[in-house]
């Protein structure tokens, strides 16, 4: 699907050039806000109609003067090209607070929620949508890849800097080389399956469980799947570990991701520090914006030791 046809029609011909501008990432949609567009460390709005609709850098004096901002009428026009017209459909998704459309743009929601017995079982009102626009990246997991393709792996950046793309290489780049990997993509972001058809080039020899929760995916894999690599995006709770740390020791390899903004605050991750402590994982990989807010990875061993 491309982009500019989740924007009200009144937006899609001063929108129809966004595939083309350059490391765009994230598009945030905010009821009664600028539209802003994230390209690398650039923070971009659209400008009103009457200003030819061009998108201009918002650090630039003024710009706030001229923005577009969207208004409830946008936003609910939004919803249906989103939902294809069909919201009730997106239940699940909803509860989760994100879906996963054609093309593989995963779009998070916010707004009124509906909650049943102190849990969120919906949204009523969504008023806030966070594109998150999908990339591949062919080849970026190149360097890497001779550090951490025998080893237990985390990728570790914080939110929003390339951890997911950098699996999805990996994954890509092992599987065309001759491993069965098992993928658990609990959010859909990896592989980005549209009715169950990859979206993203994981490999020939990727088999994808989507939209499973990482503890049960993981062990449904090695039960039917015979994989040698397990991939996995995000790991966070205790579950998660437990079920990685069984799965490596059935003989599987696994790599996987985690929020952190250093190493430093890797390893004071109290969930985290048990499995250090058994050297469950002997590779991290540390990526970081560098300049231009192009990406930076340095691998490291279970000891923590720089190895590039």
Known sequence: MKLELLFPIHLRETLKN??????????????????????GEKELVLLQK????????SKEPGTYD?????????LLEMQN?????????????????????QGGHRIGLAGGTINQNGRINGISYLTFFNIRVAHEKIGCARRILPYICNHNTLIVSPPGVGKTTLLRDCIRSLSYDGTKIGLVDERSEIAACYHGIPQNDVGPRTDVLDGCNKPEGILMLLRTMSPMVIAVDELGIEDDFKAVEQAAYCGCRIIGTVHAGS???LQEKPV???????????????????????RECNVYNHRWELLC
């Open 18 to 39: 966004l595939e083309k501008l350059q490391d765009l990432e994230e598009i945030r949609v905010r009821i009664g806000q600028p539209l802003f567009f994230y390209t």
């Open 263 to 265: 190493m430093k605050e």
């Open 66 to 74: 001229k923005v577009y901002r969207a208004t409830e009428a946008d």
């Open 50 to 57: 009457e200003k030819e609709g061009q998108l201009r850098n």
């Open 272 to 294: 985290l520090k048990k499995w250090c402590e058994k050297e469950l994982f002997e590779r991290f990989v540390f990526i970081k914006r560098g300049v231009n807010g192009m």
């Open 81 to 101: 090209y989103i939902s294809n017209y069909s919201l009730y459909a997106w239940q699940e998704e909803l509860r989760n607070g994100f879906l996963t459309i």
